[in-house]
């Protein structure tokens, strides 16, 4: 029993990494922008927070440095293609390979640094509660944070004017335009918002989930969360769902070898990447399931007074 406690309680730590990029991301596609440079952004905000927490010895100082790195790139990003009129998705990949190379460059300083120890986190009487206690109320803050984050995008998208703003120029800019709203500002407040929960996300990978920095740890997780965002069809709580799902087959394979399965290692570590393709694969046999959920004007550039 114990180790499927531990079992899940990883499964909640894995997707939390997940979730809140997916967040990020799902604010961006619903103005209608595709950053398809989620994995740079998350790699130079993992060099970031770690840098920070490294020179100053404080989590918070991280967080704040991933959030700011990620929102910066995501900046960049949003000038480009909102105001040049670049290409989103070309536009997004130059960016995932800038950050893959600017953090593999500016990170080669800190691979043999060492954060300073971690705090146990408990919940205080909950924590002490057989098999649910260590699945679920002994994680770092940032686990709830998620939850939390899920639970106030749910409310701000579908009960508050300025949701219904923001989901109005994902659907029709020209329309929004037309009312009066700046539709260019609010796709970039909306891109430079998902760039600092894609900050925050790189941030805890390389000082809580995996305390340390390594070239390249990210390791995919920003395009799963991409594929995150359509695997949920652009609902916020969908998004914490499936990355739950998709960080209990990512841990699943240090479950197996923790159990003696025989099972190629290389078998188990493509495993996540095997359900994202099948996942979509079987999505997408629906079109018109999708077309209901998607944001129109997603990908599509807006040009005010064309």
Known sequence: MDSYALLLAATL????????????????????????????????????GFAAVVHTGSPVLGFAAGMAAGAL???????????????????????????????????????????????????????????????LFRHHPMVYVAVALTVGLIWFLYRTRTGLVLRSVGESPESAHALGYPVRLIRLGAVVAGGALCGLAGAYISTVYTPL?????????????????????????RVLLGAYLFGGVTMLQFHFQGLGVNVPSQFLTMMPYVATVVVLALISRNPAWIRVNMPSSIGKPFHPGA
């Open 213 to 237: 920095w390594v070239e390249g740890m990210v390791a995919g997780k920003g395009w799963i969360a991409l594929a995150l965002t359509t695997f949920a069809t652009w609902r916020p709580a």
């Open 73 to 135: 790139l995501a900046a960049l990003f949003g000038v480009l293609v909102i105001w040049l009129n670049t290409n989103q998705y070309a536009t997004g990949l130059a960016l995932s390979l800038f950050g893959g190379g600017f953090s593999a460059f500016a990170g080669t300083g800190y691979v043999q640094a060492r954060l300073p120890e971690q705090t146990t986190w408990a919940i205080p009487g909950l924590a002490d509660i057989p098999v649910l206690g260590p699945a």
């Open 13 to 48: 730590n894995a997707g939390t990494v997940l979730a809140i990029a997916s967040l990020g991301l799902l604010i961006n596609e619903k103005v209608g922008i595709v950053n398809l440079g989620a994995e740079g952004m998350m790699l130079c905000a993992a060099l970031a």
